[in-house]
T-cell receptor
Framework: AQSVTQLDSQVPVFEEAPVELRCNYS??????LFWYVQYPNQGLQLLLK??????LVKGINGFEAEFNKSQTSFHLRKPSVHISDTAEYFC????????????FGDGTTLTVKP | EAQVTQNPRYLITVTGKKLTVTCSQN?????MSWYRQDPGLGLRQIYY???????DKGDVPEGYKVSRKEKRNFPLILESPSPNQTSLYFC???????????FGPGTRLTVT
């Protein structure tokens, strides 16, 4: 079975500060990893994904994440956040042998304060 | 415009009254999924489909049914809804190989 743990349920930061949202996963096989963002009263949209190759993945809106196989982590980072980054962020995993089945973390609410 | 549509967007119903939430995508995606979102629990996958007539259970399939008779449509059926199925439901689709899921706008269901 696969599982995802987002280590922080809420992360408050000031505008222009750096931020890291932490995600650990467990799986007995190789996985694909994703970060999605959900703005208030909207659906989810993909920020970035890791399928294979380079472990540093760059996404939209200046976000990046690093896949660390030995620590089974996929932490999301942004060097300088904006008020508009306030949203809920979800880490997700699927096995590369069954990409239809996805498991999401419980979400991290990022609140950017002026 | 490439999109996933869901109908209805809001629904209030009573316990035991069968209902269907429709989902349609216009991107020719092979994969489709249904999720429910509850506060503090993230998204939990209900069912998924990897192609026409191929469906499988996700993590919380009890009380739900799905069918995939056409590639573009993936309806979610609640044969006998109960109050614990009150939730926000999302449909998603993805292209085999890219695995990027495109989400619909959500359906807020209340069962009284």
């Amino acid at each position: 079975a696969q599982s995802v743990t987002q280590l922080d349920s809420q992360v408050p930061v000031f505008e222009e500060a750096p931020v890291e949202l932490r995600c650990n996963y467990s799986s007995s096989v190789s996985v694909y990893l994703f970060w999605y963002v959900q703005y208030p009263n909207q659906g989810l949209q993909l920020l970035l994904k890791y399928l294979s190759g380079s472990t540093l993945v760059k996404g939209i809106n200046g976000f990046e994440a690093e896949f660390n196989k030995s620590q089974t982590s996929f932490h999301l980072r942004k060097p300088s956040v904006h008020i508009s980054d306030t949203a809920e962020y979800f880490c997700a995993v699927s096995k590369n042998t069954n990409a239809g089945k996805s498991t999401f973390g419980d979400g991290t609410t990022l609140t950017v304060k002026p | 415009e490439a999109q996933v549509t869901q109908n209805p967007r809001y629904l209030i119903t009573v316990t035991g009254k069968k209902l269907t939430v429709t989902c349609s995508q216009n991107m020719n995606h092979e994969y489709m999924s249904w999720y429910r979102q509850d506060p503090g629990l993230g998204l939990r996958q209900i069912y998924y489909s990897m192609n026409v007539e191929v469906t499988d259970k996700g993590d919380v399939p009890e009380g739900y049914k799905v069918s995939r008779k056409e590639k573009r449509n993936f309806p979610l059926i609640l044969e006998s809804p109960s109050p614990n199925q009150t939730s926000l439901y999302f449909c998603a689709s993805s292209l085999k190989g890219t695995h990027e899921q495109y989400f619909g706008p959500g359906t807020r269901l209340t069962v009284t």
